[in-house]
Nanobody
Framework: VQLVESGGGLVQAGGSLRLSCAASGRTFSAYTVGWFRQAPGKEREFVAAIGWSAGSAYYTDSVKGRFTISRDNAKNTVYLQMNSLKPEDTAVYYC??????????????????WGQGTQVTVSS
């Protein structure tokens, strides 16, 4: 599975961005996909994840109510809609994929495949 993120950029606080994670592979629809972010000098942290079913979505507390993860399996793409962005959301955002396992992991070391990352910068 190869993953390619897009949609990052510079936005003012309160603005919105939609990140996309496009994947190759016929079985991608069965994979769990997570979004992580890493700010300079900080560890990579979990943001959101979605299982094969759109109903199994999970978020870290700091983005609940502002970010929405979704997937379009026909397009092999997972999205992260980010609204009401804050300067503390500034980071490189990565998508990651995990083969079907019956759970939705939240740790980076539980994911097998990673994209190259896309920069999100929120100005105050």
């Amino acid at each position: 599975v190869q993953l390619v993120e897009s949609g990052g950029g510079l936005v003012q606080a309160g603005g919105s961005l939609r990140l996309s994670c496009a994947a190759s592979g016929r079985t991608f629809s069965a994979y769990t996909v997570g979004w992580f972010r890493q700010a300079p000098g900080k560890e990579r942290e979990f943001v959101a994840a979605i299982g094969w079913s759109a109903g199994s979505a999970y978020y870290t507390d700091s983005v609940k109510g502002r970010f929405t993860i979704s997937r379009d399996n026909a397009k092999n793409t997972v999205y992260l809609q980010m609204n009401s962005l804050k300067p503390e959301d500034t980071a490189v955002y990565y998508c990651a994929a995990d083969p079907p396992s019956g759970s939705v992991p939240h740790r980076p070391d539980e994911y097998d495949y990673w994209g190259q990352g896309t920069q999100v910068t929120v100005s105050s």
